[in-house]
């Protein structure tokens, strides 16, 4: 079957042919990929620092959007023909930048009507993220004050448009070309980071006190970020460079993990139009390796998508 991938580790990003899947086990369903996911993060998988039960030569990709075409034999939640999305780690026989892709049953929620394959596909990693942070690192509530640096990212949009369907007070760093689309997400106010004393511009929006908690989606960026929190504040990154605590301050280095009750969660609200995602680049699995330097660049204005099955668009 056509794959994207690498063939050792570290290796550059190219088709392959790799073998068909035998068949799901028993708690498995194997799926006809329409479309997955592309992120940085699957170049943390391509350099052998993320491992998600794969060795080369592999396909790579971690979120997909697909039909079920096998069940196996304890599965009793799905059927052949339902349309599914996931983030199903750990993989099982093969990445999802691929025609077809074994999966945990378990892992995988009906795709959210109305909705395009290439949104579904990539919704799952930074919707899970997104609401991991807010939920569980953060424990955030209604009424407090959260920063969300790096706001115009597709997972530092969606911090923002959960917690504000929370009641939170959202000040968001964002660029300029960003800024409108930010404020619609839910943002209260938008500083541009930029500007190299927006910590402070933060900190006068709360009455010099700084915000309650923080979320960091830029890297490298965690160190500016905590500059704008309170003492004794909250803070949580999700690009791996946690800073050392400081004045009270809690800190959570965040890495996303599947939740199939929570991406279906997710998926209602998407489904609903209480969440939103623009997909900033559809490519063919043949451009595997463009897709992912343009997911690693950010320079789309929405995540990038690979379309595996070409000419459906789905609803």
């Known amino acids: 079957m056509r794959a994207a991938g690498v063939r050792e580790v570290g290796g550059r990003v190219e088709l392959l042919d790799l073998p068909e899947p035998d068949g799901p086990g028993p708690d498995e369903v194997v799926l006809a990929v329409e479309a997955a996911g592309v992120g940085n993060w699957d170049d943390i998988v391509r350099t052998g620092a993320w491992h998600v039960g794969l060795t080369p030569p592999m396909a790579l990709g971690v979120e997909v959007a697909g039909t079920v075409i096998a069940v196996g034999s304890d599965v009793t939640n799905l ?35 109305g909705v395009s394959w290439e949104t579904a596909a990539a919704f799952p990693v930074p919707a899970l993220t997104a ?14 004050t959260l920063l969300v ?8 949009g969606l911090v923002v448009q959960l917690a504000a369907l929370r009641g939170v007070r959202v000040i968001a760093t964002a660029g300029p070309s960003s800024a409108v689309r930010v404020t ?5 106010e938008v500083v541009d980071y930029h500007d190299a004393g927006w910590p402070d511009r933060v900190r006068e929006l709360t009455g010099g006190v700084g915000v309650d908690a923080a979320v960091n989606a830029v890297s490298g960026g965690s160190a500016d970020a905590i500059l704008a929190l309170r003492e004794g504040g909250r803070m949580a990154t ?39 995602l623009s997909v900033g680049a ?7 390796a463009t897709a992912l330097e343009r997911a690693i660049s950010g320079a789309n204005g929405g995540p990038v998508v690979l379309q595996v099955a070409p000419g459906r668009t789905g609803d």
């Open 184 to 188: 619609q997400a839910g943002a209260a």
């Open 282 to 288: 559809v490519l063919p699995l043949a451009d595997a």
């Open 79 to 113: 059927r052949v023909g339902d349309e599914v999305v996931g983030h199903p780690l750990q993989l099982q026989h093969q990445g999802c930048w691929a025609e077809r892709v074994v999966v945990d049953a378990g892992l995988v929620v009906p795709k959210p009507r």
């Open 131 to 144: 609401e991991q942070v807010l939920a569980e690192a953060l424990k955030v509530a209604e009424n407090e």
């Open 149 to 156: 640096h790096g706001a115009g990212s597709t997972t530092g």
């Open 238 to 276: 999700i690009t791996g460079d946690p800073p050392a605590a400081e004045r009270g301050i809690s800190v959570a280095d965040v890495y996303v993990r599947p939740d199939a009750a929570q991406l279906a969660e997710l998926c209602a609200l998407l489904s609903g139009g209480r969440l939103t």
